[in-house]
C-alpha cells in the first residue's frame, strides 16, 4: 500500500502538488483585491465630495447608494450581477443587434467588489474631509484657489491621517471578499483551496494553509499601511 504524501509533497509545486495551484489562486486573489480596491477609492473620492458639496439630489442618490450597498451582502450582488446583469446586458446588445456578451468571474468580482467598496469608501472618506478644521480650508479659497489645487494642496494632505485607519480595514475586507467569487466557479485562492482539499481529502491541512496566507496577506498589508500612515503624519503630534 503506498504511503500518504507528506506535508512538503502536497504543497510543492509542479505536477506532483498543488503548491502552484495555491500560489496562482493566491495571485488571483491579490489581483480581484486592487482592482476592487481602486474602483472603491475612486468611486470613494468623488462620493464622498459630492455629498458634501453637491446638489441636493445628488446627495440623495448618494445617501440611497451608500445605504443600500452596506445593508445588501455583497454575495447577492455578486449573483445578481453575474446571472441576472448578464442576461440584460445581453438583451439590450440583442435589440441593438449586437452578439452575445458573456461577463466571466473576474470581471464580476472587481465590478461588484469595487461598487461595495465605492460605498464605504465614500463614508470613510467624507468623514476625514470633514475631520479637517475648517480655517484650512477657509485660508485655501482666500488665497484664491481653484477647487482642484485646494484638494490637491489642502484636503487630500489633510485628510489622509483620519482616513488611512479605515482604508485600510476596507482593504482587508476586500482581500477578504474575494472568497465570494467562488460561488460563480472563478478560481481563486478559496476555490484552488477547496478543490485541492477535495482531491486529497486533506481539508485540515488545505484550508489551514489557506488561513495562513491570508493571515500573511493581512500582516503585510497592514505593515505597509502602517508605513503609509507614519510617513502622512511626519510632523504630527500623536497622542497615546
Known amino acids: 500500500m503506498a504511503d500518504k504524501p507528506g506535508f512538503p509533497e502536497i504543497l510543492s509545486l509542479g505536477n506532483t502538488g498543488y503548491g502552484d495551484e495555491l500560489l496562482w489562486g493566491a495571485v488571483m486573489t491579490l489581483n480581484i483585491a486592487l482592482f476592487a480596491y481602486g474602483i472603491g477609492l475612486s468611486i470613494g473620492i468623488v462620493g464622498a ?75 470613510v472618506l467624507r468623514a476625514a474631509i470633514m475631520a479637517i478644521p475648517v480655517g484650512q480650508l477657509e485660508a485655501a479659497r482666500s488665497f484664491g484657489m481653484s477647487p482642484w489645487m485646494e484638494f490637491r494642496r489642502i484636503t487630500l494632505p489633510a485628510m489622509l491621517p483620519f482616513a488611512l485607519p479605515g482604508l485600510a480595514n476596507l482593504w482587508l475586507i476586500c482581500t477578504k471578499d474575494t472568497v465570494l467569487i467562488a460561488v460563480v466557479g472563478y478560481t481563486e485562492l478559496a476555490l484552488a483551496t477547496r478543490q485541492a482539499a477535495g482531491n486529497t481529502k486533506m481539508y485540515f491541512t488545505f484550508f489551514m494553509v489557506a488561513g495562513a496566507i491570508y493571515l500573511l496577506i493581512s500582516l503585510l498589508s497592514q505593515k505597509g499601511f502602517n508605513w503609509l500612515e507614519a510617513r502622512v503624519r511626519r510632523g504630527q503630534r500623536v497622542q497615546v
Not at 451582502?73 to 446571472?83: F, G, S
Not at 445581453?90 to 465605492?118: E, K, T
Open 49 to 123: 465630495i459630492c455629498k458634501l458639496h453637491g446638489s441636493k439630489l445628488t446627495r440623495s442618490i448618494l445617501n440611497g447608494y451608500t445605504t443600500l450597498v452596506r445593508a445588501v451582502p455583497e454575495l447577492i450582488l455578486i449573483l445578481l450581477l453575474y446571472y441576472a446583469g448578464t442576461a440584460a446586458l445581453n438583451a439590450l446588445l440583442a435589440s441593438l443587434g449586437y452578439g452575445a456578451f458573456a461577463i466571466n468571474g473576474f470581471m464580476a468580482a472587481v465590478i461588484v467588489l469595487g461598487f461595495v467598496q465605492g460605498a464605504y469608501s465614500t463614508e
